[in-house]
Nanobody, 113 residues
C-alpha cells in the first residue's frame, strides 16, 4: 500500500493543523496505523497509533492535544493537532503495519513561537 501524507505547514504557537494520509488501497484490514515524527538529529518517534477497532495510543507529549482517527471508507488516516507548540515541529510520517511496515512521505510541520 502507498501512503500520501498532506496538511503540514507553518503555524503559530497555539494554532491547529490537520494532517491527512491517503492510502492507495483499502485500509479496512490494516490493524495498526499511525503517525510518527522526526526532528533533524533525532530518531523517528511515535506520535499516535490507532487500531482497526479504533483503540488509540498517544505519546505523552501530545496527549490531550492531538487526536488520531481513521476513515476506512475513504482509505484515510488523520491527525488533528491542536494547541501546537514549537516542540511539535518536525516531519510527520504516516505509517501502516500490513503486516510489514509501510511509510508515507513526510509532511513538514513548523510551529513558530
Amino acid at each position: 500500500v502507498q501512503l500520501q501524507a498532506s496538511g503540514g505547514g507553518l503555524v503559530q504557537s497555539g494554532g491547529s493543523l490537520r494532517l491527512s494520509c491517503a492510502a492507495s488501497a483499502s485500509i479496512s484490514n490494516i490493524n495498526v496505523m499511525g503517525w510518527h515524527r522526526q526532528v533533524p538529529g533525532k530518531s523517528r518517534e511515535v506520535v499516535a497509533l490507532i487500531t482497526g477497532g479504533s483503540a488509540t495510543v498517544y505519546s505523552d507529549s501530545v496527549k490531550g492535544r492531538f487526536t488520531i482517527s481513521r476513515d476506512n471508507a475513504k482509505n484515510s488516516l488523520y491527525l488533528q493537532m491542536n494547541n501546537l507548540n514549537p516542540d511539535d515541529t518536525g516531519v510527520y510520517y504516516c505509517y501502516a503495519l500490513s503486516p510489514t511496515p509501510y511509510w508515507g512521505q513526510g509532511t513538514l510541520v513548523t510551529v513558530s513561537s
